[in-house]
C-alpha cells in the first residue's frame, strides 16, 4: 500500500493571512509541519498543496515537493483531491493540517494504520476530553463513536447529553472524545466525497465529514493521546513560541 501525505497550504486566510509563510522559531510554519510529515515512515511522498506562488517558491527553496493548486476549492479535502488526480500510484492519502508545526509523526503513523484494514473508506483521529473548557467549548467538536470505532456523528455541541444529570459532572459520568482534524483516505473514496453536495446537518453544524456520514460513507476512528496545537490566530504563534522554545 503506497500513502501519500498531502499538506494543503492556503496564503489566503481571513484570520491570519500569509499564516504558512510566519516564522516559528527560525523555520516557516510550512517547513516545519513538512519536516514533521517526512517523519513518518508509513508515506511514501510527502507534498504541498498550494494555490499560492509565494507559498510554492519558498516550499522550493527548502527543497520541499510541491503542486499548485486551484484557488477556487472550498476545503482541504478539496485540493487533497486535484493532487491524487495529478499524481497517479496511491492507493491512500493523509491530509494533514498545514497550521500544526508540532504535529507528532506517530499521529499520522497511528491513522495510516487504519488502512491495514482494507474495508477502511476514510479515518480520523479522537482524543479523550479531559479539560471541561473543551467538553462545552463550541469551536472543539466532539466525536460519538460506536462499538465499532466509527464515527456516529460530530457536533460542536457536548453530545451525548445527559439527562438528569448536572453539567459539571459530565466530563466524570461519561467519556467524551474531541475531533483531531487530521484525514486519511482511499483514493478512489476521496475522488468520490469531493464529487457530493453540500449536505444538510453540514450546513447546520458547519463539519464537512458530516456531508460523508450523510452519504453514508463510514469514517473508522483511532484514538491518539496526543494534542495537537493549531495556529489559527497571529496571538497563538507567541503561544507556541513560549511552549516549544522557552528555556
Known sequence: MRTIGIIPARYESSRFPGKPLVDIGGKSMIQRVYEQ????????EVIVATDDARIEEHVRSFAGNVIVTSSTHQSG?????????KISGFDVAINIQ???PFISPLQIELLSNLFQDTATEIGTLVKKIDNP??????????????SRKEAMYF??????????AKQSDWINNYTYFKHIGIYGYKV??????????????EKAEGLEQLRWLENGYK??????????????????????????FSQ
Do not use: W
Open 155 to 164: 457536533s460542536r455541541q457536548t453530545i451525548p447529553f445527559q439527562r438528569g
Open 188 to 201: 478512489d473514496i476521496l475522488k468520490e466525497i469531493t464529487k457530493l453536495s453540500v449536505s444538510s446537518y
Open 37 to 44: 510529515v517526512k517523519g513518518c515512515a508509513s508515506l511514501s
Open 77 to 85: 479535502t478539496d485540493r487533497c483531491a486535484e493532487v491524487v488526480s
Open 219 to 244: 469514517i473508522k476512528i483511532a484514538e491518539t493521546d496526543f494534542d495537537t496545537i493549531a495556529v489559527d490566530h497571529p496571538e497563538d504563534v507567541e503561544l507556541i513560541k513560549r511552549k516549544f
Open 133 to 146: 473548557d473543551d467538553l462545552f467549548n463550541e469551536s472543539t467538536p466532539k466525536v460519538v463513536v460506536n
Open 98 to 100: 498545514g497550521d500544526e
